[in-house]
């Protein structure tokens, strides 16, 4: 690893200082040290990224290598870089759990914005939004509900699909969404 002992101590340190079981440290500044130099963050920011984005979506230490792997590969076939995708996941992380979307599709949804460039704030505004819609379409608004009905869906059957498989139904509306005319689409 190309960090100095200092850098790696206040892993260890931020990771203490965070929550961490003591028994995750040492993998956790292995994970954090890596995913610093290949997300050109610092040893600090990593840190409390990477920790962050465990505990708002519920993984361990090895779904966080994954994680860290989906996103380098999101960094190097896209316009979106490593530390846009993981400014955007921060935001979204607990929502996507919510819904029940995996750490890796989460990474995706992530990616895509990442890779319009849109800012992570407004790129998490707007997705926490669509998942949240989503999530609860079953109360949706007379307007979601009436704009529902014009792909064909109910907001009960929306949120059950949604329950049973969250990345296939976002990709199923969305896909809807693209075959309605062009001045309706403001409904959605």
């Keep these: 690893m190309p960090l100095a002992a200092k850098d790696l101590s206040a892993i260890v340190a931020s990771g203490g200082q965070l929550g961490l079981d003591k028994?995750?440290?040492?993998?956790?500044?292995?994970?954090?040290?890596?995913?610093?130099?290949?997300?050109?963050?610092?040893?600090?920011?990593?840190?409390?990224?990477?920790?962050?984005?465990?505990?708002?979506?519920?993984?361990?230490?090895?779904?966080?290598?994954?994680?860290?792997?989906?996103?380098n590969y999101i960094g190097t076939k896209s316009a979106g870089s490593p530390r846009e995708v993981v400014a955007i996941l921060g935001r979204i992380g607990g929502m996507a759990k919510t819904i029940g979307l995996s750490a890796e599709q989460t990474a995706g949804l992530a990616g895509a914005f990442a890779n319009m460039k849109i800012p992570a704030d407004q790129a998490g505004t707007a997705i926490n939004k669509m998942l949240s819609v989503l999530g609860n379409a079953d109360r949706g608004t007379a307007r979601f509900k009436s704009a529902l009905g014009r792909i064909g869906l109910s907001g009960e059957e929306l949120k059950e699909m949604v329950g049973n498989n969250p990345l296939e139904s976002i990709r199923s509306v969305l896909k809807s969404i693209e075959g309605v005319e062009q001045s309706e689409k403001k409904v959605f």
């Design 23 to 71: 028994n995750i440290l040492v993998p956790f500044t292995d994970v954090v040290a890596k995913m610093s130099t290949a997300f050109d963050m610092g040893t600090a920011e990593a840190g409390d990224t990477i920790a962050g984005l465990m505990k708002k979506m519920g993984i361990g230490i090895d779904s966080v290598k994954e994680l860290g792997d989906a996103i």
